[in-house]
């Protein structure tokens, strides 16, 4: 996507948002880069976090008087986590309106990351942001997956810095990642990094520098399940209670999920049935899947018989009966620890022939 900084300068009030976070960035740094304050230490430029001070001193300190540079430049972080239609900031908000025009306020819904965060809540602020900027004669610029579909491909990405990126490699950074563009790039960007004088960058790369999303967990777990392997599996799940602070909620999630794969491995069972010299993918399910993920289904469903995926699915159903009961006594943890146990001991029988 282009970013047309000197454009966004025009204004002395810029809202930042949406979900590609690499071209969120990228703005950023365009317009800090055209307005001459790109060093993190410029004396003329300040980050402030959006909960750490009230939106009365963010435009008091975008409102102080230049030193060296020609603008004041103010960087208001996480800025989804103030509710812009709190009563309490009324006051404060009409003051945007007034920015001298040596102010450059620049905020930025950066995407949230802790565990307490109630992520979807704040994703629900951006409109009232964007609403609250526009009333203030602020410009708003938003950088979304769906608009970017189509976009740069990451083999260009990494041709133009001297790189190779295998398509195997290609796939399994993207499945750390979920399928996220905008993450891959961000990823890709430490990759070449990490790689320094090797011209290619490998999956044992992917494997050591790469962040992995939850999504990527909770995959391998699954992974782990249908080859039998609970050690890994268990594994996996102790990444996942790290990551969150209502288990509960998250088990009801996995549940879900275990039932998606289930689904995906009759499906892929049926079409080595018929046809046991390849696969063919039916409409729908897996021919709509990722090249990786539609590879694991497929390598499952070769160690797996009918009887096994259909006793998979009933360890599933009574482990949701007991999550969704909240049965007295048993934790949703321990639920979803014996269901690990129960499906990695059906699926290491080996599948009779």
Sequence with gaps: MSVDANEYLKHRLIFIEGDFASERK??????????????????????????????????????T???????????????????????????????????????????????????????????????PWRKAVKAAGGHVVAFTLEAAKGGRNLQDLVKSAGKKLSPRTQGYLMEMVANRPDRAEEELEKLILYVGGNQEITVEDVKRSVTAEPEHNIFQMCDACWRGDAGRALAQLQKLRGQTRDFHTEAIKLIGFFAMQ????????????????????????????????????????????????????????????????????????????????????????????
Excluded at 78 to 99: F, G, H, I, M, T
């Design 262 to 353: 289930l689904r995906n491995l009759w499906q892929a069972r049926g079409s080595i049935e018929r046809n046991p010299d390849g696969w063919e993918p039916e409409k729908g399910g897996l021919s709509k899947m990722k090249d990786y993920p539609r590879k694991k289904a497929i390598e499952n469903a070769q160690r797996l018989s009918f009887a096994q995926i259909l006793q998979c699915q009933m360890a599933l159903r009574e482990a949701n009966a007991l999550i969704t009961g909240q049965s007295l006594g048993v934790s949703s943890e321990e639920i979803i620890e014996q269901l690990i146990l129960r499906l990695c001991q059906i699926s290491s029988v080996r599948r009779s022939a």
């Design 65 to 127: 008087v230049p030193f060296l540079a020609d603008r004041r430049c103010v960087v208001i972080r996480n800025v989804l986590r103030v509710d812009p239609e709190d009563a309490d900031l009324q006051p404060s908000l009409k003051q945007l309106k007034s920015l001298p025009e040596s102010a450059l306020l620049i905020l930025v819904a950066d995407d949230e990351v802790r565990k307490d965060d109630d992520v979807s809540k704040q994703a629900s602020l951006a409109g």
């Design 26 to 63: 990228k703005a950023l740094d365009a317009i800090l880069e055209a307005a001459q304050l790109a060093e993190e230490d410029a004396f003329d430029r300040e980050m402030i976090m959006a909960n750490d001070k009230p939106v009365g001193e963010w435009v008091s300190a975008a409102s």
